[in-house]
């Protein structure tokens, strides 16, 4: 369905570590067009279903608009904190626009010995 190769791109932004904005920023700049950045980002944002922000969330938000890529991810909680029995979205799917609308995006249900929801995007 596509004409041309598309980058996937896995990133992991760890909680209680600051990213760089810049160094976001630089990634982008790498990454060959179109492109899709899967991964676990530990932001909350009421943008993709959090009912709080944080600083993580904050960061993703600006990430998101600056570049005008698109959030794949459709506000289903794909985390699962033990200690605290609550469910979280923290992993997502961002791409540029031209692939939006090629791809759905799909929690499954059975954690599989993990805290985290398999993420399955079709086309």
């Known amino acids: 369905m596509l004409s041309n190769l ?7 932004l760890p909680p209680s570590t600051s990213v760089n904005d810049r160094d976001l920023n630089r990634l982008v700049d790498e990454l060959p067009t179109p492109f899709i950045i899967i991964g676990d980002f530990n932001g909350h944002s009421p943008l993709w279903g959090s009912k709080n922000t944080n600083p993580h969330g904050r960061q993703i938000e600006e ?26 979205s ?6 540029t626009p031209s692939l939006a609308s090629y791809f759905n ?13 398999p993420i399955f995007w079709t086309m």
């Open 63 to 88: 990430f998101i608009n600056t570049h005008s890529l698109c959030l794949l991810q459709n506000g289903e909680d794909t985390y699962f904190h033990q200690r605290s029995r609550t469910f979280h």
């Open 105 to 117: 995006f799909r929690i499954g249900v059975d954690l599989r010995d993990s805290d985290h929801f």
């Open 6 to 12: 598309v980058t996937v791109c896995t990133l992991y």
């Open 90 to 95: 923290l992993d997502h799917a961002l791409c």
